[in-house]
């Protein structure tokens, strides 16, 4: 892995990008997050580097912005905040409306399945604008040099290949960085002056922006009941009206909502176990679960437009618990007599075997 040395470089490297390279958009944070989990689902876990499509660019991109393109007040339809800081809208802004509009939906997991066509071009639309714009300027400041730490530009390639060591930095660190993005883009929009006829005081504008995004998951729990025999997956005890759809990897760890993460649990356990990840005995139980209802539950998931990719996942998870370890964080136990301890570090062989 990655020296120590190299490590604490890039955390300065990626202060100095946030606070001085120039930019006239969101979409340098949007890239930077966008990076940063596709460097997690890639599983990389050493010192490789690691290459990364426009085309997953531009997914990551739709995910991130898709709910900031539906308008912001409610008293006007057009409120839609700016996103760029010279005249007119962020170009991915506009194609993801234009999107909304031919697909008449503002709902994400039906305007991917609906018209395959209209998607596709929509990802080459954004893709393009990516390698265009952001993925070609994030590394310069004002004075235009160049200081590409993270990857070499080449406008010919269709991905960006990340250097050695960068993709291990970037799974390390992308608590800090979406925390960071987050807070720099937020702020961004508010500075926007197109942005503030819509701003009172209170308004909570980092809500808005980032934290809406879950999508509605109460389609999911026809599709899982049965891969748990009706129970709750924590506490076996049986799922009536009080049954919620649970994040098994957290959504603060991994804010991309993929279908073989999720889980259902009675009221008690999922408000109990909150942002920590499940004791191990937990994770071993749901990788036999993806093992056994894997593919059934990727098929029914499909029509209904959710994300998946169970390899993925599994890859999420994997990179998760590992950090726990490294970490060693506590883990959450559904036994009163227990719910918080540390992370058994024996797990660690076992994850990387
Ligand atoms: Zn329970």
Redesign the pocket.
């Known amino acids: 892995m990655p020296t120590a040395d190299f490590q604490l470089n890039f955390l300065k490297r990626i202060q100095w990008l946030l606070e001085s390279s120039s930019y006239t958009s969101t979409y340098k944070f949007a890239l930077l997050m966008a990076t940063a989990n596709l460097a997690i689902e890639s599983g990389v876990n050493d010192d490789r580097e690691c290459s990364i499509s426009y085309q997953q660019l531009a997914e990551q991109f739709i995910q991130l912005y898709w709910i900031q393109a539906l308008p912001f007040s409610d008293q006007s339809s057009d409120s839609v905040l700016r996103q760029s800081s010279t005249t007119g809208q962020a170009s991915v802004i506009n194609s993801i409306l234009n999107l909304q509009h031919k697909a008449k939906t503002n709902n994400l997991s039906i305007a991917r399945t609906q018209n395959a066509k209209l998607w596709q071009s929509t990802i080459k639309d954004i893709a393009s604008t990516i390698k265009r714009y952001p993925a070609r300027y994030l590394q310069s400041a004002e004075d235009k040099v160049c200081r590409e730490f993270l990857y070499t530009y080449n406008a010919k390639e269709k991905v960006i290949t990340l250097k050695p060591g960068i993709a291990y930095c970037f799974t390390r660190f992308s608590k800090i960085i979406n925390k960071l993005c987050q807070q720099y883009w937020t702020e961004f929009v508010r500075k926007n002056r197109h942005n503030q006829i819509y701003f009172s005081d209170d308004v909570d504008l980092q809500q808005f922006l980032f934290h809406q995004s879950r999508q509605s998951l109460k389609v999911l729990e026809s599709i899982l009941i049965d891969a748990q025999q009706g129970q709750?997956?924590?506490?076996?005890?049986v799922l009536k009206n009080n049954i919620e759809v649970d994040h098994f990897i957290p959504w603060s760890k991994y804010p991309v909502d993929t279908t073989h993460n999720f889980i259902l649990?009675?009221h008690?356990?999922?408000n109990s176990k909150r942002d920590y990840l499940a004791e191990e005995l937990f994770y071993e139980k749901w990788l036999k679960r993806n093992q056994q209802y894997g593919h059934t539950i990727e098929q029914e998931a499909k029509t209904i437009g959710f994300i998946t990719n169970q390899q993925r996942s599994e890859t999420i998870s994997q990179w998760a618990y590992q950090i726990a370890v490294e970490h060693e964080d506590l883990v959450w136990s559904?036994k009163l007599s227990i719910k918080l301890r540390p992370i058994n570090p024996g797990l660690l062989p076992k994850l990387r075997a």
């Open positions: 709750c997956f924590y506490c076996h005890k649990t009675d008690k356990c999922n559904p």
